[in-house]
C-alpha cells in the first residue's frame, strides 16, 4: 500500500513538471502572440514617414529652416517639400500627386480644392499674411517711386507671375484697380512663381518686378521701393490644410500643431511674414 501511495505521489509530481515546463515555452500560442503584439507597437513607435509638403515658392527659405528645426525632435519624420506656385500645386494635387499638407499664398486655391473634397475642411487655418511690394535692382537708377510709375515710360520690361500665381494675381488686381492693367500687360515679363520674379529683377533682366515682402527681405541684390496702395488688393493670406488622400493625417496633424508654436511664429516673423493664426 505504501509503496502505491509513493508511486502516485512520484507521478503527481512528474506531472506537474511537465506542465510547468510548457506553460514556460517560447512556442506557447499565446506566448508568442503576446511577443508579437510588443514587437509591432515598437516597430510602430519608431516607423520612418516620409510627409510631402506642398507649398508656395514664397515659402522655400523659411520652411527649409522650420524642417531643420523640426527634425531635432521628430528624427522619424522626412519632411519632403514641394515649392512652387501655388496653382501649379493645386493642379498638382487635383491630379493625385503625393501631398499630405498644402501651404497656399492666397486663400483662392485652396478653397478651390477644398471645394472638390479634396482638403480636410476641419484642418484648415489662416496661418500668415505677407504685402505686395514693387522692387528693382539694387543701385539701379531708375526712377520710379509708385505702382503707377511702372506704366509710364521710364519702365522697358517688368516682372510679374502669371495668372495662374498668387502673387500675378494680386497684380493683375492692384492695376485694374489703378486702371492701368492695359499698359502694364504690354511691358510684362510672365514669371511661373514669384522666385523667379525675384530672380530677373536681382539679375537686372526686368526693370523692376511685382514680389511678396518676405521674398525681397531674403535677396540683397534687389530693394524695395514702395509697398502695393492700400486698398488695392485683398490681403496676402497664407492657408493650410491637410490633404484627405494624406498617408499620414496623423503626423500631417502633428507638423501643422508645430507650425502653431510660438517658436515657429518667431521663425515666421524673422523672415517678414505677419503671423495671424490664433486658436
Known sequence: MRRKKWFVALLCAVVGIIAVACGGNSDNPSTKKAENTQEQTQESETEEVELHILAAASMTDVLTEIADRYKEDHPE??????????????????????????????????????????????????????????IKPKGSELDIAWFEDVASDKVTMVAIGNSDVPVGQYTQTI?????????????????TNVRQVLDWVATKNADCGIVYATDAAIEPEVEIICEAPEGSCTPAIYPVGIVKDSEYPEQAKEFMDFLKTDEVKEIFENYQFTYIYSE
Open 175 to 191: 492695376y485694374e484697380n489703378l486702371g492701368l492693367w492695359d499698359q502694364i500687360q504690354e511691358k510684362a515679363n510672365y514669371a
Open 77 to 134: 519624420i522626412t519632411l519632403t517639400f514641394s515649392f512652387d506656385s501655388s496653382g501649379t500645386l493645386q493642379t498638382q494635387i487635383e491630379e493625385g500627386a503625393p501631398a499630405d499638407v498644402f501651404i497656399s499664398a492666397a486663400l483662392k486655391q485652396m478653397d478651390e480644392l477644398n471645394e472638390q473634397g479634396l482638403i480636410d475642411e476641419d484642418s484648415i487655418i489662416e496661418l500668415l499674411e505677407n504685402k505686395v511690394v514693387l
